[in-house]
């Protein structure tokens, strides 16, 4: 029986509200799956708080692994560890750089994707797929072998062209989800009333693309900006910041590193909240609007 | 929620597209060169590194030397045994520990669109701190002075003498606690759109709650299980982080990645790491490939 038959069936064999079996599953169900919900948070929590409580600890040796008094001086000098802030300054360079070449490049596969026909379809889906079903140590290697075989010496250039490389297929999923969307009719309207192929794309389809664009930026960065295992491949003698907490991990990590992804976690949540807020202000708007 | 696009949303359905034109070939070109040239291309050079050969001064030239895979398979077996076998175990938790929570945010939640977003930011919010940062900090946590083992030995589950961090068992938990956003997100989309009227149908049909749940929610969620669990278990098979020695891991609980990394940065055995690397790759692929025509998914990729 298909799910359609038996809505219909349930519809007709509609039992008693009152039947005993559904009450009680209703009230169990009520408060374990929320308790369930909170301890869940807790858990995935831990570390996060673990991390921001020790970016406030007073570092007696070179690890900062034991609590022993508050302090803010980490925060107040969060460059007196030269090497933190240099990585955290080579991190955001990357990723700046990273977003913006995988945000173009792949909002403009996105939009062939969805708008236009094409031959060899699905060896172009293949294509977008196979890098986000590759580990990453893979992925790694195989870059890092062909820079050896090229000749071409691991830095700042080989990190950015890795970090576009794997931030690409999660730009073109994020923006086909936005573009597939789209009424077309919105822009075969402005085709209508003779808009350039460039005004249509300007005004019509950048604009609406857009919320999809800059979640898909935002990925972007935050893919690059955490990433260790290809980057590690890559580097060089180049420090990011994932990889000086990688190599410091063996001596200790200086609690300036705490602070710094302590910030860069507040102003991400501080985003994500802000463009929730966005979202659901103007959905409601729009509900609003409606006869 | 924008970031659970990359989750393998499924309801994405083209309209079919109409026009085809040039414009499509000068979109589509600068990426799939770039793809072409910093993603298919480094495969086939790794697929050559794998097979040179090494002279007698150390150095590699190009070869066809088959047993650099028969080699360094045989010597790993153990870490590739262990790394699949780590990866399912982590997969297999953090779906039990995702989809309660899934189910909860994408259901039980609807009414509540602010509640339901505020439960989504805590979902993703590891995400947004160093992935290291809070491996070190689970480090401490399960460390022999931690307060985990304190309490274990205080209520005498573990001898004296026990250990989490540099056992599997640490290295699993690492893995499971590191890809539980990449289990939820997906599972929270596809339930997030569950039509509630088929729950009611079966229980109007007399179906025991358990029995709705197996035969109904949990078909009807089927794309967000697939695509959560490859989330998980592709980047948990090759992970080398959680298995380091810095890390959670220890000398019993080395993984594939471990041993690509060594090869390929210390040791620079690059057919070695090459082999194993495509060995990783080849795998995961036929498993994600079997894996998604038996569960029906094939649409979702």
Same mark, same amino acid.
């Given at each position: 029986?298909? @799910?359609?038959?038996?809505?219909?069936?349930? !519809?007709?064999?509609?039992?008693?509200?009152?039947?005993? !079996?559904?009450?009680?599953?209703?009230?169990?169900?009520?408060?374990?799956?929320?308790?369930?919900?909170?301890? @869940?948070?807790?858990?995935?929590?831990?570390?996060?708080?673990?991390?921001?409580?020790?970016?406030?600890?007073?570092?007696?040796?070179?690890?900062?692994?034991?609590?022993?008094?508050?302090?803010?001086?980490?925060?107040?000098?969060?460059?007196?560890?030269?090497?933190?802030?240099?990585?955290?300054?080579?991190?955001?360079?990357?990723?700046?750089?990273?977003?913006?070449? @995988?945000?173009?490049?792949?909002?403009?596969?996105?939009?062939?994707?969805? !708008?236009?026909?094409?031959?060899?379809?699905?060896?172009?889906?293949?294509?977008?797929?196979?890098?986000?079903?590759?580990?990453?140590?893979?992925?790694?290697?195989?870059?890092?072998?062909?820079?050896?075989?090229?000749?071409?010496?691991?830095?700042?250039?080989?990190?950015?062209?890795?970090?576009?490389?794997?931030?690409?297929?999660?730009?073109?999923?994020?923006?086909?989800?936005?573009?597939?969307?789209?009424?077309?009719?919105?822009?075969?309207?402005? !085709?209508?009333?003779?808009?350039?192929?460039?005004?249509?794309?300007?005004?019509?389809?950048?604009?609406?693309?857009?919320?999809?664009?800059?979640?898909?930026?935002?990925?972007?960065?935050?893919?690059?900006?955490?990433?260790?295992?290809?980057?590690?491949?890559?580097?060089?003698?180049?420090?990011?910041?994932?990889?000086?907490?990688?190599?410091?991990?063996?001596?200790?990590?200086?609690?300036?590193?705490?602070?710094?992804?302590?910030?860069?976690?507040?102003? @991400?949540?501080?985003?994500?909240?802000?463009?929730?807020?966005?979202?659901?202000?103007?959905?409601?708007?729009?509900?609003?609007?409606?006869? | /929620?924008?970031?659970?696009?990359?989750?393998?949303?499924?309801?994405?359905?083209?309209?079919?597209?109409?026009?085809?034109?040039?414009?499509?070939?000068?979109?589509?070109?600068?990426?799939?060169?770039?793809?072409?040239?910093?993603?298919?291309?480094?495969?086939?050079?790794?697929?050559?590194?794998?097979?040179?050969?090494?002279?007698?001064?150390? +150095?590699?030239?190009?070869?066809?030397?088959?047993?650099?895979?028969?080699?360094?398979?045989?010597?790993?077996?153990?870490?590739?045994?262990?790394?699949?076998?780590?990866?399912?175990?982590?997969?297999?938790?953090?779906?039990?520990?995702?989809?309660?929570?899934?189910?909860?945010? =994408?259901?039980?939640?609807?009414?509540?669109?602010?509640?339901?977003?505020?439960?989504?930011?805590?979902?993703?919010?590891?995400?947004?701190?160093?992935?290291?940062?809070?491996?070190?900090?689970?480090?401490?946590?399960?460390?022999?002075?931690?307060?985990?083992?304190?309490?274990?030995?205080?209520?005498?589950?573990?001898?004296?003498?026990?250990?989490?961090?540099?056992?599997?068992?640490?290295?699993?938990? =690492?893995?499971?606690?590191?890809?539980?956003?990449?289990?939820?997100?997906?599972?929270?989309?596809?339930?997030?759109?569950?039509?509630?009227?088929?729950?009611?149908?079966? +229980?109007?049909?007399?179906?025991?709650?358990?029995?709705?749940?197996?035969?109904?929610?949990?078909?009807?969620?089927?794309?967000?299980?697939?695509? =959560?669990?490859?989330?998980?278990?592709?980047?948990?098979?090759?992970?080398?982080?959680?298995?380091?020695?810095?890390?959670?891991?220890?000398? +019993?609980?080395?993984?594939?990645?471990?041993?690509?990394?060594?090869?390929?940065?210390?040791?620079?055995?690059?057919?070695?790491?090459?082999?194993?690397?495509?060995?990783? /790759?080849?795998?995961?692929?036929?498993?994600?490939?079997?894996?998604?025509?038996? +569960?029906?998914?094939?649409?979702?990729?």
């Amino acid at each position: 029986m298909s @799910a359609q038959e038996g809505l219909a069936l349930g !519809r007709a064999y509609a039992s008693e509200p009152g039947d005993p !079996r559904r009450r009680q599953r209703f009230t169990l169900g009520k408060w374990l799956l929320p308790l369930y919900c909170v301890l @869940a948070f807790v858990f995935l929590l831990i570390p996060i708080v673990y991390t921001i409580a020790f970016s406030f600890n007073t570092q007696t040796g070179k690890s900062n692994i034991s609590w022993s008094g508050f302090t803010l001086a980490n925060w107040t000098g969060v460059c007196d560890q030269q090497d933190v802030c240099a990585a955290f300054g080579t991190s955001l360079l990357i990723g700046a750089i990273a977003t913006v070449a @995988a945000t173009v490049l792949g909002t403009m596969i996105a939009i062939a994707l969805v !708008r236009y026909r094409f031959p060899f379809r699905s060896a172009v889906s293949l294509l977008i797929f196979l890098p986000m079903a590759t580990p990453e140590v893979v992925m790694g290697a195989g870059l890092a072998a062909q820079f050896l075989s090229a000749g071409i010496p691991k830095g700042i250039g080989t990190i950015i062209i890795a970090h576009t490389l794997f931030c690409l297929s999660f730009v073109v999923v994020t923006v086909k989800a936005r573009a597939a969307s789209l009424d077309p009719a919105l822009e075969e309207a402005g !085709r209508d009333l003779y808009g350039s192929p460039f005004a249509v794309f300007s005004r019509i389809t950048l604009p609406l693309l857009l919320p999809g664009i800059m979640a898909a930026a935002l990925l972007s960065f935050s893919l690059s900006f955490d990433d260790f295992i290809i980057t590690y491949f890559n580097s060089g003698t180049v420090q990011t910041f994932p990889t000086y907490i990688y190599i410091s991990a063996q001596r200790g990590i200086p609690a300036q590193a705490n602070v710094i992804a302590s910030a860069v976690f507040v102003i @991400a949540i501080a985003i994500v909240v802000i463009s929730q807020l966005v979202t659901q202000s103007r959905r409601r708007r729009l509900t609003s609007a409606r006869p | /929620m924008a970031i659970a696009a990359f989750a393998g949303n499924a309801t994405a359905v083209d309209a079919t597209p109409r026009r085809r034109s040039w414009v499509a070939l000068f979109l589509l070109l600068p990426g799939l060169l770039y793809l072409v040239l910093f993603f298919i291309v480094p495969l086939v050079s790794l697929i050559i590194t794998s097979l040179e050969s090494q002279g007698l001064d150390g +150095s590699f030239a190009y070869g066809f030397v088959v047993s650099n895979y028969t080699d360094s398979v045989s010597t790993f077996a153990t870490q590739i045994w262990r790394s699949f076998g780590f990866a399912l175990i982590a997969t297999v938790i953090a779906l039990l520990f995702s989809y309660p929570l899934a189910y909860f945010i =994408g259901v039980t939640a609807r009414r509540w669109p602010l509640l339901q977003s505020f439960m989504l930011i805590l979902v993703i919010a590891p995400f947004f701190i160093s992935f290291l940062l809070r491996t070190l900090a689970w480090k401490t946590i399960l460390s022999d002075n931690g307060p985990v083992v304190t309490a274990l030995q205080g209520l005498s589950l573990m001898g004296p003498q026990g250990h989490i961090t540099g056992e599997p068992i640490a290295v699993v938990f =690492g893995l499971t606690y590191n890809f539980i956003p990449f289990m939820c997100l997906p599972l929270y989309t596809t339930l997030e759109r569950l039509d509630l009227r088929y729950l009611e149908a079966s +229980s109007d049909l007399y179906a025991s709650g358990w029995a709705t749940f197996r035969k109904v929610t949990i078909p009807l969620s089927l794309p967000g299980i697939v695509s =959560g669990t490859l989330l998980t278990f592709i980047p948990a098979a090759g992970d080398y982080v959680n298995a380091s020695q810095d890390f959670l891991g220890g000398t +019993s609980s080395t993984m594939i990645g471990n041993v690509i990394q060594s090869n390929f940065l210390v040791q620079q055995n690059y057919p070695a790491a090459a082999a194993l690397s495509i060995v990783l /790759m080849f795998v995961i692929l036929v498993i994600v490939s079997v894996y998604v025509r038996r +569960s029906g998914t094939e649409d979702l990729l």
